[in-house]
């Protein structure tokens, strides 16, 4: 595999879940500081990076309203969470000397700037990391929605997203220990085998838009620069 990236331009999916480590709650300094040296390293290869995070280690709007909460109420303290997550990634990611913008969906002007897409892409070009927080600014909506619909809008070459499983199982490997994983899927397979890899509706807008795909384990260290650089690492979807 070459040491030049393969890619120009990517998306990084991270879960809120992601951040919190072996904690129960909230954002352990050690995984946020990990994954801000893996994004800065990409970063330097000469990758532009635009990153959405989600918020379910604060505040998940559809568990909320599980638990009776107006959903729309709960989704809009979800999208407050992701505000947080992203915020402290940028410090972890200027802590290191890296450069990074925290863009909103909605509207905190005290704390981060409105997504404008032109003005995230000239971020992006001007080798800015971008944070796009509180997901697409609707509710209903996933974080994962987000992440696709963000990756089209920036004209990422790959969408990735990161997990603590290496890629795509027939079955849940946990609780099946003969599932076994896929290395590429097409996106109606995604669809129609019902595989959890992302919400139906990012799933669509990745196919529509001819997005590519890739999800891999992100605890492990390493992971990401491999994939920019060409490495075969988790499971591929694309059309």
């Known amino acids: 595999m070459s040491d030049q990236p393969q890619y120009r331009r990517i998306l990084l999916k991270l879960s809120g879940e992601a951040l919190m480590g072996a904690a129960d709650y909230g954002i352990d300094p050690k995984v946020i500081g990990r994954l801000a040296d893996e994004i800065i390293e990409v970063r330097k290869a000469g990758v532009e990076v635009g990153v959405v995070i989600g918020g379910g280690n604060i505040f998940r709007g559809e568990g909320l309203a599980a638990s009776g909460m107006d959903r729309v109420t709960g989704d809009h303290m979800g999208m407050l969470a992701t505000v947080m997550n992203a915020l402290a990634m940028a410090d972890a990611i200027e802590k290191r000397g890296g450069y990074a ?21 000239r971020h992006i070009e001007k080798g ?16 994962d929605s987000a992440a696709a619909l963000r990756a089209v809008e920036i004209g990422a070459d790959l969408l990735l997203k990161a997990t603590k499983v ?25 669809i129609q085998r019902n595989l959890k890899v992302m919400d139906t509706a990012a799933i669509a807008l990745c196919r529509d838009h001819n997005t590519p795909l890739r999800i891999y384990d992100m605890t492990v260290p390493g992971n990401l620069l491999r994939i920019m650089r060409g490495e075969p690492v988790g499971t591929l979807v694309r059309n």
């Open 166 to 190: 290496d890629g795509v199982y027939t079955a849940d490997p946990a609780r099946h220990p003969d599932a076994t994983r896929y290395d590429q899927l097409t996106y109606d397979e995604v």
């Open 128 to 143: 800015r990391i971008a944070l796009f927080a509180a997901g697409t600014g609707n509710p209903f909506f996933t974080t």
């Open 101 to 121: 913008r925290v863009m909103s969906a909605i509207q905190i002007h005290d704390v981060a700037e409105d997504f404008i897409r032109r003005r995230a892409i």
